[in-house]
Structures are given as C-alpha cells and as structure tokens.
C-alpha cells in the first residue's frame, strides 16, 4: 500500500503539486484582502488583489529559477536542457530568490498603490500563506526526487527510484511539515493582534531556524566550509536579522504601553 502511494506521488510533476497550492491558497489568501477587512486595517479591491496575485507568482518563479541557475553550475543538465538555455520553466526553484523577488513585488505594490498600503501590515498577513504555498512546492520536490536527504534505517526513510536504492531521508516531507506548522502557528499568532510586524519577522525567522537544521540532511546543498552549506549561512543571518527586529517591536511597543499607562495616571489628576 505504501509504496503504491509513493508511486502515484513519484507520478505527479512538480507543476501539478504547485498548481493545487495556487488554487487552494490562493483563493483563500484573496478572500482575507477583499472582503473590507476584518483582519486587515486596509481594503484591497478585487482588481487589486487579482494584479497582485498574478505578480506574485509570476516574479516567485521568476526569481527562484534565476537564482537557482546562479548558483547551481549543474542546474542546466538537470533540468535537460541545451547547454546556454536558460529555461525559465524547468526544474529548479531557490527559496532564497523567491523570497527576496516575494519581497520586492509587497513592496512595490505598496509604493505604488494610491492609497498607500503599510508594507509591514500586508506582510503580516501574506507571509504565513506563503508558507502554506511553499509546503505544497515542497510536495512538488518530494514527487520530483529532489532535495532529498542522507540514507536512513528510520522506518519513515523513502526510497527514490531515481537517485538510488536505499532508504533517504524525506527532507522534502521535513518542511511540508515544517511549513504547515509555521503557517498554524503565525495564523493564530496573526489573530491576536501583536504589534505591526511580528508576524512578518516571525514567520521569516521560523523558517530559517528550521532550515538551519533540516540541511544537515541533505546531500544536494552547496558546501562552503566543514559541512556548512551556503543555506545554513544564509538561513543563520536571516534569523539573527529576524531576531533583532522581533526584540525592537517588542520593545518598542512596551515603551509605547508604559507612556500610555503614565498618560492615563495623570490625566485624572490634572482634571
């Protein structure tokens, strides 16, 4: 039974895994922009939501295939590919290219909207669907025999055809989990209420840290020092970044209630 279900799984292309995330998250992510918010402090039309949308998957591809090419000399040949043919559509996506090119489309959207939209407000909402959206691209590595991990005895190890006989660790499944349990998390976090930007350095924190230690797994990362991959670094820098400015809203926000409380004390007194 079980490996009929890798079967079917190993028969699905990255792009079907990618387009049953657009379609489920999508739609919901929209209906939260639209619906002249409860959740969001800003209306965003259905013109507006559409155009965004559309850029966002666009440049999310866009940019996760360039950097993946950037970086990866082998890139061409994986994806089959004529030596100085760049195509943009086949395998290959490099999370840190989508992220930044994710970043890049918020903020224009909301530099050029006329009525200006916070950057910070919409990521706080955006980014936990992001991840949500990455656990689905991360299904599409699982189907498509990438990003796989060391052999395993572990009862849950996978073998894929493709790369090898033995059982590896299903790195790829690692951050499905990971990324649906950000996306819990933020959600719920989002619903309280915290400060302007949280969300938005919690969630990019989150990821980063569980990055961190699913690629001591893997085997297809880009080494640079000792076992160290160039994702580790990356993930690591990110994480303190996030970490930083996490403890200035924090604090920022506890200078804020303290000046409130001290108002609310003297007001009566002065009347």
């Known amino acids: 039974m079980m490996s009929e279900i890798l079967n079917f799984m190993f028969s699905l292309r990255w792009m079907d895994w990618l387009g049953l995330g ?5 739609p919901r992510a929209m209906y939260g922009m639209i619906k002249k918010p409860k959740e969001l402090d800003f209306p965003i039309t259905i013109f507006g939501g559409v155009v965004l949308v559309i850029l966002l998957v666009y440049f999310t591809l866009l940019g996760g295939k360039l950097t993946f090419l950037f970086f990866q000399k082998t890139a061409l040949s994986l994806a089959k590919t004529a030596p100085g043919d760049p195509n943009i559509t086949g395998a290959g996506i490099a999370y840190m290219g989508v992220f930044v090119f994710q970043m890049i489309v918020l903020a224009g959207f909301c530099k050029l909207r006329k009525n200006r939209t916070s950057f910070m407000t919409l990521g706080d909402y955006l980014l936990p669907f992001f991840m949500l959206a990455g656990a689905f691209a991360r299904m599409g590595c699982f189907s498509n025999q990438c990003c796989y991990g060391k052999p395993t005895d572990l009862p849950w190890g996978v073998v894929f055809p493709k790369v090898s006989t033995m059982a590896l660790h299903p790195t790829q499944l690692y951050m499905v989990i990971g990324l649906v349990a950000i996306f819990v998390l933020m959600r719920f ?8 930007g949280i969300v ?9 840290f569980f990055r961190f230690f699913v ?10 020092y000792n076992g160290i991959t160039l994702a580790q670094i990356a993930s690591f820098s990110i994480f303190s970044i ?13 200078i804020a209630r303290g000046k409130q409380s001290k108002e609310s004390e003297i007001k009566p007194l002065s009347e």
């Open 242 to 254: 996030c970490v930083l400015f996490f403890a200035g809203i924090m604090l920022k926000a506890k």
């Open 189 to 196: 976090l989002y619903r309280r209420k915290p400060p302007v």
């Open 215 to 224: 690629e001591f797994l893997r085997v297809d990362s880009i080494t640079v």
């Open 200 to 208: 938005f350095f919690s969630t990019i924190g989150l990821y980063n």
């Open 22 to 26: 657009l379609i489920l998250v999508i």
